[in-house]
């Protein structure tokens, strides 16, 4: 089946403890993207990534870093969280310059 | 730069009554337009799009969305709602030929009471 996998789904931390959030999918897909879902906001893109070591800063991605060093993965990693991070976490990937993206089912992430 | 603005942030309708939910989009370029239902607990899944053409277009579960160029605007609309549509709706928008960022609105909240 394909799908987008992201673990965990639920993440209670405390700040400062560093943490990292993966993403899956298997689809064979180029491009992916990170985005934090919160009230009011909708979602909003925090990093993408072209294809394997490309990537660059959506618009908000102040206190994140990502990695892509395979096809398939495209870790979110927090070296230092703080309470504003508290929020939604979506992965989603799609073919090189195609219309659809696919989304992970979500990571809700709390830090205290 | 795209914005796109869902102009209510929650409907509530009765069930089998037909709904109307807002989208009006900014852009200085052509532009291609997504709505996503993201069902409670679950990822967002793609009801339709529009790339060209037709300014009518029809998605999944009964949804149909009407481009409106002059108006800027993307409105989703049901004729006859269920319970299981209940669901928060976003609206996206992505510069066309471009790359592939999506941006999306805050949300709308649709709530079917029975």
């Known amino acids: 089946e394909a799908q987008v996998t992201q673990n965990p789904r639920y993440l209670i931390t405390v700040t400062g403890k560093k943490l990292t959030v993966t993403c899956s999918q298997n689809?064979?897909?180029?491009?992916m993207s990170w985005y934090r879902q919160d009230p009011g906001l909708g979602l909003r893109q925090i990093y993408y990534s072209m294809n394997v070591e490309v990537t660059d800063k959506g618009d908000v991605p102040e206190g994140y870093k990502v990695s892509r060093k395979e096809k398939r993965n495209f870790p979110l990693i927090l070296e230092s969280p703080s309470p504003n991070q508290t929020s939604l976490y979506f992965c989603a990937s799609s073919k090189q310059g195609a219309n659809e993206q696919y989304f992970g089912p979500g990571t809700r992430l709390t830090v205290t | 730069a795209q914005s796109v603005t869902q102009l209510d942030s929650q409907v509530p309708v009765f069930e089998e009554a037909p709904v109307e939910l807002r989208c009006n989009y900014s852009?200085?370029?052509?532009?291609?337009l997504f709505w996503y239902v993201q069902y409670p607990n679950q990822g967002l899944q793609l009801l339709l799009k529009y790339l060209s053409g037709s300014t009518l277009v029809k998605g999944i579960n009964g949804f149909e969305a009407e481009f409106n160029k002059s108006q800027t605007s993307f409105h989703l609309r049901k004729p006859s709602v269920h319970i299981s549509d209940t669901a928060e709706y976003f609206c996206a928008v992505r510069r066309s030929g471009g790359a592939q960022k999506l941006v999306f609105g805050q949300g709308t909240r649709l709530t079917i009471n029975p």
């Open positions: 689809m064979n897909h180029e491009y």
């Open positions: 852009s200085s370029v052509s532009v291609y």
